[in-house]
């Protein structure tokens, strides 16, 4: 289905599941309100799924992969001949998101939305709409166009892979030199000063930071967008790879399941989501907050929570990966903590004995 017409039929969550939920919650054998964050996530899980007897797993695991143009200009510490090494990488099993999504019993999948160079194997998903983007500095990253088939293919693998069972997704990126598109998209969406949204990604020392903050002011000087509209400011910052995320979170809420978000990146794609359709947000979870420090003000401005702050700044999916273990454990308190009377029952029956 095409994603402008989908987004019509996302829903608001489930009120009266969330209300049971809330009740069954404080009946358990525990001070009220004790588990904190994973009794909201409870909550939300049940009006997610509609149901107080929700499931999480299985839930696959995305990497999205796209290059940028605006490299050229030196604002990352890596050149874009990595991303393509890195795809190797994952293909081969040797990289932090296969670590962990082995560890956690995730299946994988790796996707070239836009990446500069081609890897033919079998493993990879190809979804090329561009040999990478443009460079933002001197002309738009992609076309309007480009932007939302680049949204349809998040938004095709997501519907497809929950209508072949996956009950929760988790999206992840590589792409060197795409902390600088979240960066422009974060300070246009955010209306923030460059020094709040604009980190050292890889790694960029001092001079290199003010380097990249000079580029991306001198870009939004450039093209000048006083519009608010989501796609043109997707367009004109790139990537491909976050443009896929947005759809892959688009899908997540149009078939009520629960999308799990990383890092900063992930967070840029949000933004745009919510842009496109406020009610996506309340199928976002936020895994963790990165050492980017514009994720803080993304998290904030969309009002989710991160579960984890461990200084993340590496991307691929893995913060969201690193939560998991919180909703699986959220799930089994909500199911198979005994309630107070279920615990007196037991009581009586010990003490008969
Ligand atoms: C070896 C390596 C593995 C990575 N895995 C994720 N990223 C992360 O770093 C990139 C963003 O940072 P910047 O905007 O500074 O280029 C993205 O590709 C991101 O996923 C990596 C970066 C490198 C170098
Ligand atoms: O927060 C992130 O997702 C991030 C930070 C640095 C580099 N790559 C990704």
Not at 12 to 34: F, I, R, W
Not at 223 to 245: K, Q, R
Request: charged residues 20%; proline residues 3%.
């Amino acid at each position: 289905m095409n994603w402008q017409t989908a987004i019509d039929k996302i829903q608001l969550l489930d009120v009266n599941v969330m209300k049971e939920a809330e009740t069954h919650l404080d009946q358990l054998t525990k001070p009220q309100g004790s588990l904190g964050m994973l009794e909201d996530l409870a909550i939300q899980l049940a009006g997610i799924y509609q149901t107080t007897r929700f499931r999480v797993d299985p839930i696959t695991s995305f990497v999205f992969v796209g290059d940028h143009g605006v490299t050229e200009e030196g604002v990352s510490a890596f050149p874009s001949e990595v991303t393509t090494q890195m795809v190797h990488n994952f293909l081969h099993g040797g990289a932090a998101i296969n670590v962990l999504t082995r560890q956690h019993d995730v299946s994988l999948k790796v996707v070239d939305v836009g990446m500069k160079d081609s890897i033919d194997n079998p493993l990879l998903i190809q979804k090329k709409i561009g040999q990478g983007t443009r460079n933002f500095l001197k002309e738009k990253a992609m076309t309007k166009q480009e932007a939302i088939e680049a949204i349809q293919v998040g938004f095709d693998l997501g519907v497809m892979e929950v209508e072949n069972g996956a009950k929760g997704l988790a999206i992840g990126e590589m792409g060197i030199g795409n902390t600088t598109s979240s960066a422009a998209i974060a300070a246009s969406l955010l209306k923030r000063p460059l020094d709040e949204v604009v980190g050292r990604g890889t790694g960029l020392n001092s001079d290199q930071w003010l380097h990249k903050k000079k580029v991306i002011q001198q870009a939004l000087q450039f093209h000048n967008l006083h519009s608010n509209d989501p796609i043109e400011v997707l367009a004109t910052f790139g990537g491909y790879e976050i443009a896929a995320m947005t759809g892959m979170i688009l899908s997540a809420a149009y078939k009520r399941v629960p999308i799990l978000l990383d890092g900063f990146n992930t967070g840029a794609s949000a933004l745009i989501a919510a842009k496109i359709e406020t009610k996506s947000v309340l199928y976002m979870i936020a895994s963790h907050q990165s050492e980017e420090p514009g994720h803080r003000h993304t998290l904030q401005a969309l009002q989710i929570y991160p579960l984890l702050q461990l200084n993340l700044r590496l991307g691929e999916g893995t913060g969201a990966i690193l939560a998991l273990p919180i909703l699986r454990s959220a799930q089994h308190l909500f199911q198979e903590m005994a309630t107070f009377e279920e615990a007196n029952v037991a009581n009586k029956i010990v003490s008969q004995n």
